[in-house]
Structure formats: C-alpha cells, structure tokens
C-alpha cells in the first residue's frame, strides 16, 4: 500500500511558477506509474500528466504542454509537477494519484489505486 500526501500548492498571479510535490511512503514507489490530476469546482476530475516507474516516459494532457513538467526522484519517494506560466484556468485543486501499471488510455482516474488528499492551486488573473 502506498500513502500520499501533496504539497506546495497556493496563490499565484498569472504567468507565475509553483512546483509541486507528492511524498509516499512505502518501500514500492519506485514501481509505481505516477500521476497528476486536477478538479475544478463544478467540474470533474481531469488527468493532468503521468510519468513511468523509472522516469523514463511522460504524458501530458494538451492544455498543460511546453508549461508543466513531471518528475521524479525514487530515491525520495516523491514526484513533482513544475508548473510554469500559470493561467487561470489552471485553478483547481491537485491530487497525485498511483498506478500499479503503465496504461495505453492515461487519463482514467478509476484506474489509479492510491491517491493523495489534494493540494489547492489558484492562479489570480
């Protein structure tokens, strides 16, 4: 079982960078595909990016291309999301969420096993 738990979220204008992170525990985070996800109020849960067990393949949703990057470091047990130039439609608030497996469709949020409690992100116009 993995444990996760979000941080760096918060307030920042338009055009701002936060990097986010994800800590788990669990001596198996190294084998686990890892993912970001995002809800705005009113809406549903969206898939954010994704990256492999060794970091070596990376999937992003179109709307956060050339702006966000995912990564991590197995060695911390953590994974991150650099969020660059920052919109307000990025508003929501941020999970990061686990998959036992690498999936040809990415972005079903059922699919992930273990899930954090969420950070909020709000991008001020």
């Known amino acids: 079982q993995v444990q996760l738990a979000e941080s760096g979220g918060g307030l920042v204008q338009a055009g701002g960078s936060l990097r986010l992170s994800c800590a788990a525990s669990g001596r198996t985070f190294s084998s686990y595909t890892m993912g970001w996800f995002r809800q705005a109020p009113g809406k549903e849960r969206e898939f954010v990016a994704r990256?492999?067990?060794?970091?070596?393949?990376?999937t992003y949703v179109d709307s956060v291309k050339g702006r966000f990057t995912i990564s991590r470091d197995n060695a911390k047990n953590t994974v991150y999301l650099q969020m660059n130039s920052l919109k307000p439609e990025d508003t929501a608030v941020y999970y990061c969420a686990a998959d036992t497996k690498w999936r040809a469709v990415p972005s079903r949020a059922y699919e992930y096993a273990y899930w954090g409690q969420g950070t909020q992100v709000t991008v001020s116009s």
């Open positions: 990256i492999s067990w060794n970091g070596g393949s990376t």
